[in-house]
């Protein structure tokens, strides 16, 4: 996981970077980030081009092209470690308005984060300079 930036209350947003950490995020927040995860980087592996010829070296860049064209998955953690909350923001991180991706953040067990992190959530907008309000983030509707 890489380090992204600090949220108030002690807690910080990571970014998920590869498969295992993927799993390791739905294990511990009860729901299927890894799945979306997986399919992202599928995704985002069948647009990649090698620019050599040679087998050998076709891998090369693979990885880096991955991570730029597919959405950031973040996750949010406490100080001792423990999962908050799961973000899904827009390659780079970038809002294309009218491209129809829609952030998703969820807590554990896909429950509602804003109300106990909301706080920690606008941080992570405010690092990406990206709106990302309950209404247009959170994919449930609880009563």
């Not at 973000?87 to 829609?102: E, I, K, T, Y």
């Amino acid at each position: 996981m890489k380090y992204i930036c600090d949220a108030p209350g002690n807690r910080i947003w990571f970014r998920i970077e590869t498969e295992i950490e993927a799993v390791q995020e739905s294990t511990l927040m009860r729901h299927a980030v890894e799945r979306y995860f997986r399919k992202e980087w599928e995704k985002a592996a069948q647009t990649f081009r090698p620019i050599s010829k040679i087998e050998i070296e076709q891998q090369i860049g693979l990885n880096a092209h991955i991570q730029k064209e597919m959405p950031v998955f973040l996750t949010l953690r406490d100080g001792a470690g423990q999962g908050l909350a799961t973000a899904m923001l827009p390659p780079h991180g970038v809002d294309g308005s009218g491209d129809g991706f829609r952030p998703i953040i969820v807590g554990p067990n896909n429950t509602d984060p804003y109300p106990l992190h909301g706080d920690a959530i606008a941080k992570l907008g405010e690092h990406f300079g990206l709106t990302l309000d309950r209404d247009r983030c959170f994919p449930y509707r609880r009563s």
